[in-house]
């Protein structure tokens, strides 16, 4: 073997697969078409659950500190152009008030983390430059992957270097987060279920550092231009570069829309422009044999919501250790499958809620009239109807809190799971311990410490009642598998209220597979279950 596991595709998803399983120790290999990273926007709000990953792995702060300040205002106006008054606010805490906000709250409600802006152009160099100081990982741009075939023991996988040079690379198992146009997908034979083309949009990037000293409006995140192109400009991380979003027919037209939404005169340059295509898409199966697939390569969404990239970083982080424990010899047979089981359902729902959330959007764009702008009557009336929509159905696309932080693996067969259950909520998150879901967060040290912040890599058994039962027997089922295995005793009547059990089994990505008030009759059937044995 060349590798232990070969990784396509050096997107955010594929950075952070590398990071976490070369944090793991396991050797694994990231290959790149192209020769350097993404040089254009694309996602730039990494959500509360991401976050919350980039902690576990030690990089919540940098990646804060490469991204918008804690104070920049993240709300979202309706606007005709920057120089007249906004028509319509939708108001969205900063990261610092959101921290504050944290800081006071006890009842497991709040993310560990909230959310961040950083564009993807800045964040896949950050995350690049981290994969590559980590010993297990190797990383190779310039390396594309033309084909594969996979056998009993591993993949072969053909690669076409920048040079023109085929190599092959052994490897025994292998990820594909090569993105929407997916090869790996494509080989594998997986069908996209969904809607492949809604509506086809341009995105043209922009520097313009005095926007913010000639424009009246306030500082945010978004602006949605009133007018019948969709046209959106959102502002990027280093706030002197904006990208805008319309439908038009040529390049040239996003410069005179750039104009028309600062409605004042300019200095600015235009960096990229390029169509894209709103699509809902689910792939049928994110498995073969040893061979997956992850991200936009399994699911493509609308970016309303953000549910794009944060979606296939949930991916990585389920695969990453399964596969690690696989390779490392205590992973079950049943734990390689599960990752289709338990993200396929999540991919589905996310497909669907943000296909959700730009239905809000339509019906108030749907409301544009060409006299809106007129002091008129007819004007004043076209204005009125189309906010009056906009109230309601605008802020429904920033509504997801349910579907970032309550998924839950329902019906996994690496879970103890428990009759009936919290059904899927995406608007609303509700903290629960039930088997399958995300260990709400809930702090130790305000401010400072979270039970999060004390699990470990491998499976945890917290101890948050009086009582605290010898966990021997637990601790022997495990060993005898060879699953790493951990005793945590909380002192915290908070975390007992929001857990609501004496004793729970955290697995390696945080999610809850066993909980009780006793510690379980048959400990080596936990144990084996939650291995995938
Ligand atoms: C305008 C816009 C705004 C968005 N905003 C958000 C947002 O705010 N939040 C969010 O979560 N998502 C957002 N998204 C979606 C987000 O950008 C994608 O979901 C994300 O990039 C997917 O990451 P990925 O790593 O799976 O795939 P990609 O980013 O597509 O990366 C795939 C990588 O694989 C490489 N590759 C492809 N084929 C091969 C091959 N054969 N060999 C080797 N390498 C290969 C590609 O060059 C690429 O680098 C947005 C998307 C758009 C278009």
New binding site residues.
């Given amino acids: 073997m060349d590798t232990e596991v070969l990784i396509?595709?050096?997107?955010?998803?594929?950075?952070?697969f590398s990071i976490d399983l070369g944090k793991r120790g396991i050797p694994c290999t990231l290959?790149?078409?192209?020769d350097a990273?993404?040089g254009y926007?694309?996602?730039?709000?990494?959500?509360p659950r991401?976050m919350e990953i980039f902690r576990r792995l030690g990089l919540a702060d940098t990646v804060r500190a490469a991204g918008y300040p804690s104070d920049w205002p993240m709300d979202t106006y309706l606007v005709f152009d920057l120089m007249r008054p906004p028509l319509f606010k939708m108001a969205h805490p900063t990261v610092a008030q959101a921290k504050a906000k944290r800081d006071a709250t006890t009842d497991g409600s709040l993310p560990l983390e909230p959310y961040q802006?950083i564009s993807?152009y800045t964040l896949?160099p950050l995350l690049k430059s981290v994969a590559e100081r980590i010993p297990a990982v190797t990383v190779k741009f310039g390396?594309?992957?033309?084909s594969f075939e996979q056998d009993s023991a591993g993949v072969t996988a053909r690669?076409r270097k920048t040079d023109g040079t085929i190599i092959s690379i052994r490897t025994r198992y292998m990820v594909?987060?090569?993105?929407?146009?997916?090869?790996?997908r494509k080989q594998l034979g997986f069908k996209m279920d969904g809607e492949p083309h809604l509506l086809e949009?341009r995105?043209a990037l922009f520097h313009c550092p005095e926007l913010y000293d000639r424009a009246r409006a306030p500082r945010a995140r978004h602006y949605h231009r009133i007018d019948d192109h969709w046209t959106l400009m959102?502002v990027q991380d280093s706030r002197q570069h904006f990208?805008l979003?319309a439908v038009v027919d040529k390049d040239e037209d996003m410069a005179a829309l750039f104009e028309k939404i600062v409605g004042t005169p300019v200095k600015f340059e235009m960096l990229h422009c390029a169509k894209?295509v709103q699509r809902l898409l689910l792939a049928e199966h994110y498995r073969q044999d040893r061979v997956f697939i992850?991200?936009?390569?399994?699911?493509?969404?609308i970016?309303t919501?953000?549910?794009?990239?944060?979606?296939?970083?949930g991916?990585a982080i389920d695969l990453s250790w399964k596969l690690a424990a696989t390779l490392r010899g205590w992973g079950g047979p049943e734990l390689l499958p599960s990752y289709e089981a338990e993200r396929r359902p999540v991919g589905a729902i996310n497909v669907k809620a943000s296909g959700g959330g730009t239905t809000g959007r339509m019906k108030w764009r749907a409301a544009y009239r060409p006299s809106i702008d007129e002091d008129t009557p007819e004007g004043r009336a076209a204005l009125d109807n189309l906010l009056s929509i906009a109230r309601d159905e605008a802020p429904k696309s920033f509504r997801v809190i349910g579907a970032e932080l309550g998924y839950r693996y329902a019906g996994s067969p690496v879970i103890c799971d428990e009759p009936g259950g919290p059904a899927p909520n995406i608007e609303e998150y509700q903290p629960t311990s039930w088997p399958g879901a995300r260990l709400p967060h809930v702090w130790l040290a305000p401010g400072k410490v979270s039970v999060h912040d004390r699990i470990g890599d491998g499976f945890t058994l917290l101890r948050l009642g009086r009582t605290r039962a010898d966990a021997a027997a637990l601790a022997k089922a495990f060993a005898e598998i060879g699953a790493p295995f951990s005793v945590l005793d909380i002192d915290s009547d908070a975390a007992r209220r929001v857990y609501g059990f004496d004793y729970l089994l955290v697995r390696p990505d945080l999610h809850v597979v066993w909980r009780g008030d006793a510690l379980p009759d048959r400990p080596d059937d936990v144990a084996r279950i939650v291995t995938g044995h």
Avoid: F, Y
């Avoid at 396509?8 to 952070?16: E, H």
């Avoid at 992850?294 to 969404?301: C, K």
């Fill in positions: 396509v595709g050096a997107g955010p998803v594929g950075l952070i290959i790149e078409k192209n990273p993404l926007p694309k996602m730039e709000r990494c959500n991401t802006i993807q896949e390396h594309e992957l033309l690669v594909g987060c090569d993105g929407g146009s997916s090869v790996v949009m995105q959102i990208t979003h894209w992850a991200g936009d390569a399994a699911h493509l969404v970016p919501g953000g549910l794009g990239m944060n979606t296939g970083v991916d």
